[in-house]
């Protein structure tokens, strides 16, 4: 088994960098200060407190898995690390001989808000409630997790119906923890106009609905010295305002009402941070290398409407996207195009051999059950000249007719149904729009219509849920150990169901095979042959037009008012490492 796991802590890819006992994370100022104000924003709406249901929008600083501001979790994961957990809320842990069940041992100083000890009973209890009453989605989080069981008072353990531990082990090591007292299973179910009964750094402190949350650091909180913690958060006050508009939100930071901002439009990067404050040294704009898997990016493709079901018809128009010419117009030569679900991951099926790739679809698939043009990488090309990007929009064409289209008064209508070909993108933001307006022009040169649909966060939120679109671009965090979220992003068990994570709707036995492959996989070495052999699968469907990535992190704040830990993690950023300024406190 590949998972390098000590009673302490684990990692799926590298050995653990921390021993028992360790004082801090590498990157913190272990002696911050604590004290002062932090103020982010957040473009999401919230109207309740509950992040694992499907109703409702939850407010920021809950997170549904792993810790947050209010809950705590059994372990912490290290931004440092590439894979590695360590005890938080569990002192330890000890995985059974036959694999097939794990034993947290808590903390005896781990306790909720209002002093009460944090349990076993506790943490069974929030396994079934999250597990049995939560959205559909971690039903497949858990599916291998059989239950929970208080053996004593400061020791649960899991089962599970597979000795493939990886990832079973790594879905209950972020489990956060609900008070048992506090969460019945009625008010669980509905939106929360309460919050829970917290365990970590942080308790609500005032709220209004949609607009702004504060919280309130604990004071002598029980976590405040553990090596996870150490040097993280820092502020007595940390404040979400929400903002339904971008360049209000940007306006807002430039204006200091807020402390810090993570850019990701590159325009804005480029021609927006040259204010004032700027000039003046108040705000220090950062470009961090980003070491982490990059995320996938794409304009998702919904399969299972009619202008889609064809593949023919989705390679046509993925292939029409011309990246050279947006890059250099729109993006300001800071982006590269995505063509992997994995991008920058040393198993993304650009580069898997195809030895390899034979191999493992022989042993997942069949002899003789696959096709081999997968032995072929799928490539977005970088159109360098005009006439190269004219040549593809031939070859696009030339699909769109043995797909069966025609043209009729300059528009691509089906010959046997009669239907034209197009379709809507679906967006939250009008920010985004300028991207598409080349993209769009170059669709109508083929006879094919798309437009912009630009709806409020809300009903863009609940659309995606009821699968209730045409297109939509939606970027997801890479990860070094691909595993679980891949079912929840290309399964067909994941394809209906509301809140699934299935966006292209793409249902293939095949795929749902190498998924389950890649869940069993034991060795780190076979876990990459298997996720580029998805990868690739995945890819030869078009379920998708791979669209960019960046591997800079763009960031600006106030150091008038924050100040950075010593060094940036190696795989993210961490707010909570930062520390108020001396004139802040």
């Known amino acids: 088994m590949s998972l390098r796991a000590d009673h302490h802590g684990y990692s799926v890819t590298l050995p653990l960098k921390h021993k028992p006992d360790f004082s801090h994370y590498d990157y913190v100022n272990p002696d911050a200060p604590k004290g002062g104000k932090l103020k982010l924003t957040t473009i999401a709406t919230f109207d309740n407190y509950n992040p694992f249901i499907i109703a409702g929008d939850s407010v920021p600083g809950i997170a549904p898995l792993g810790g947050s501001f209010l809950l705590a979790s059994l372990t912490s994961s290290n931004p440092d690390e590439q894979t590695a957990h360590y005890g938080y809320v569990a002192k330890s842990f000890e995985i059974a001989k036959d694999k097939k069940s794990v034993t947290f041992v808590l903390r005896p100083e781990a306790k909720f808000h209002d002093g009460s000890q944090i349990t076993a009973e506790d943490v069974a209890h929030t396994f079934d409630l999250i597990k049995n009453h939560g959205s559909p989605i971690y039903r497949n989080v858990f599916r291998e997790v059989t239950g929970a069981k208080a053996l004593s008072k400061d020791r649960v353990q899991f089962t599970f119906s597979t000795s493939k531990i990886r990832e079973p082990l790594d879905a209950v090591m972020l489990l956060p923890i609900l008070s048992k007292k506090d969460m019945t299973v009625?008010?669980?179910?509905?939106?929360?106009?309460?919050?829970?009964?917290?365990?970590?750094?942080?308790?609500?402190?005032?709220?209004?609905?949609?607009?702004?949350?504060?919280?309130?650091?604990?004071?002598?909180?029980?976590?405040?010295?553990?090596?996870?913690?150490?040097g993280r958060f820092n502020f007595d006050e940390v404040t979400y305002l929400q903002f339904r508009d971008h360049d209000v939100e940007l306006k807002s930071f430039q204006a200091g009402d807020t402390d810090f901002r993570s850019e990701n439009i590159a325009k804005k990067w480029a021609n927006a941070y040259s204010f004032e404050a700027v000039k003046k040294g108040d705000v220090v704009r950062v470009e961090q290398l980003d070491k982490n898997v990059g995320g996938f990016q794409a304009l998702y493709w919904n399969t299972q409407r009619p202008q889609f079901q064809d593949v023919r018809v989705r390679e046509a128009i993925s292939q029409v996207l011309d990246f050279q010419w947006l890059n250099k117009n729109v993006f300001y030569s800071q982006y590269q195009r995505v063509e992997s679900l994995f991008p920058r991951a040393p198993f993304s099926q650009v580069t898997a051999k195809p030895e390899d790739l034979e191999k493992t679809y022989d042993k997942y698939l069949g002899k003789?059950?696959?096709?081999?043009?997968?032995?072929?990488?799928?490539?977005?090309?970088?159109?360098?000249?005009?006439?190269?990007f004219r040549d593809r929009l031939r070859t696009s064409a030339k699909l769109l007719r043995e797909a069966g289209y025609v043209h009729k008064k300059g528009k691509l209508v089906h010959g046997k149904t009669g239907q034209s070909l197009d379709f809507e993108i679906l967006m939250f933001s009008a920010d985004g729009k300028h991207i598409y307006m080349k993209f769009i022009e170059d669709l109508e040169t083929l006879?094919?219509?798309?437009?912009?649909?630009?709806?409020?966060?809300?009903?863009?939120?609940?659309?995606?849920?009821?699968?209730n679109y045409d297109a939509v671009s939606v970027a997801f965090p890479g990860t070094f150990s691909p595993g679980l979220e891949q079912r929840e992003f290309w399964s067909s068990a994941a394809a209906d169901r509301p809140g699934g994570r299935n966006l292209s709707r793409l249902k293939d036995p095949q795929i749902d095979q190498l998924i389950e492959a890649l869940l069993n996989a034991d060795e780190y070495e076979e876990i990459q042959k298997v996720a580029a052999a998805l990868d690739r699968f995945v890819m030869h469907q078009y379920p998708v037009m791979p669209q960019w990535t960046s591997a800079i992190e763009r960031l600006a704040y106030w150091k008038t008012k924050i100040t950075p830990p010593p060094r940036f993690p190696e795989y993210g950023i961490d707010i909570m490492s930062f520390y108020a300024t001396e004139e802040n406190r």
């Open 186 to 230: 009625e008010r669980f179910k509905k939106p929360m106009s309460k919050p829970p009964l917290g365990s970590g750094p942080y308790k609500v402190a005032d709220v209004s609905m949609g607009r702004k949350i504060t919280y309130q650091r604990v004071k002598d909180w029980w976590g405040e010295k553990l090596g996870v913690n150490r």
């Open 368 to 388: 003789g059950k696959w096709n081999k043009k997968l032995l072929i990488p799928i490539r977005f090309p970088n159109y360098k000249t005009p006439k190269a």
């Open 447 to 467: 006879g094919i219509e798309a437009q912009l649909r630009v709806v409020d966060t809300a009903q863009y939120i609940r659309r995606i849920e009821d699968k």
